[in-house]
DNA sequence: AGGCGTTTGTGGACGCTGTCCACTCTAGCC
DNA sequence: GGCTAGAGTGGACAGCGTCCACAAACGCCT
């Protein structure tokens, strides 16, 4: 990522987008180690080997720089989520799988948290509103929605397909859900329970989706 | 709260006490407008009047300043919960009373989250390990506990005296519904879900509500 | 080919922050 | 009634985000 002294002529050397990018990727690198505060304009120029005015070109300061980590850090949550939900066998109508799906999207979710703390954070600490989330129901084509309720509710949907949730249950259940696994990841992330122990964070989690399968069923 | 230009001779004034208070009383402020990333350490010394350094009498640094703040915060939250248990009315064996009483829980929690929420994620904002919590079991003497999950764990408890809620299904349970309902706090508070309209925050909230009762069911 | 405007990066500066050091004055103890 | 510890002051430093004026490279147009 640091490639710092390049030693040229100053003005433009590097591909057309390459600042821009490289200034996300350094935010990105960041974020990782530090959460969003450690997001810093001058570190991340330095990073990349520029001057710090020179992200005054592509972002209009630093929250939309943080803007554009944030937006990467939720979109690596999602496509694990996805890589995750891919790699269940089974079709959309087997009830097994259908279930052992959302399980693996609870999981996933639970495991970025704890492994990726600081790209966990970021990915939910935008600064100004940014438009994540369809408001609240989905237009009736809910098409390929990556980010972590998209597929949460793809998952419930799929669920119901399968004859395992009734249809009544269905409506609106992604939020308490979510709700529920997002809070725990908070806790026991940067809150009161962060320092639990892994095989008692491990029994939180099963607890949760213990409970969440008995609301469900 | 602010009084600057006392206009004194320098060296001490105020009572004993009076500037390390006012210096949390001052960050209690400004965490209520802008969250713990408002409690700036030179500005809060400006509203108690008094020089920056005068804080480092006080606190080692910003950090240990956010901490008390952080635990006023904490400790409001816990006042009004504790407040909103205290009012309603019927005793700690009546079933419909246990319940409404953690449905009280419940709701203050929320509604802190909502109407207070710079506090609310002041509370939760500590900058180091802080010891909140009882690790995960109480000792069998969980005495007078103010925090958000003693005060859980005290109304959960009193759900299984009044025979509301089975034995079997009472160890841990705190967790997921603590989890649920923090994690609405934080998507509707500080989340992708901020921007929401109220009645549509409204349903999130009962839905979640009826989701926790179904699982305790 | 050559000129020119737009884009992109530079250099220097400002105000703000947290923090350190040396100093002073006050209050309370012997 | 002096002395010592505590509490507040003043000045300074580095690091941060951000603004301004300037320079160089690109690429388009004639």
Redesign the interface.
């Known amino acids: 990522m640091a490639e710092a002294a390049e030693s040229e002529s100053p003005g433009r050397r590097r591909p057309r987008g390459a600042v821009r990018a490289g200034l996300i990727a350094a935010g990105l690198e960041l974020a990782r180690a530090g959460g969003p505060d450690a997001v810093v304009l001058r570190e991340a120029t330095r990073l990349v080997g520029v001057v710090p005015n020179a992200a005054y070109r592509h972002f209009a300061d630093r929250d939309e720089l943080l803007a554009a980590v944030c937006t990467a850090s939720m979109a690596e949550l999602g496509d694990r989520m996805a890589a995750a939900v891919a790699q269940v066998p089974g079709d959309r109508v087997d009830p097994e799988a259908a279930f052992t799906r959302l399980g693996a999207i609870g999981t996933t979710y639970l495991r970025f948290a704890r492994e990726e703390p600081g790209w966990f954070a970021t990915a ?3 600064p100004q ?2 438009a ?2 369809t ?2 129901e989905a237009g009736p084509d809910a098409e390929e929605d990556r980010g972590p ?1 998209g597929q949460l509710r793809m998952a419930l949907d799929n669920l119901v397909e399968a004859g395992v949730l009734s249809a009544e249950t269905r409506p ?2 992604e ?13 026991t992330g ?7 122990g892994d095989e ?1 964070r491990a ?2 989690e099963e ?2 989706l213990l ?2 399968a ?2 469900l069923g």
Do not use: C, M, N
């Not at 939020?175 to 806790?187: E, K, R, T, Y």
């Open positions: 939910y600490a935008v509103q940014h994540y989330i408001p609240t309720l609106g259940v939020f308490p859900i979510w709700s529920g696994v997002h809070g725990l990841a908070v806790l940067q809150g009161p329970l962060r320092d639990v008692e029994r939180l607890l949760l409970f969440i008995k609301g």
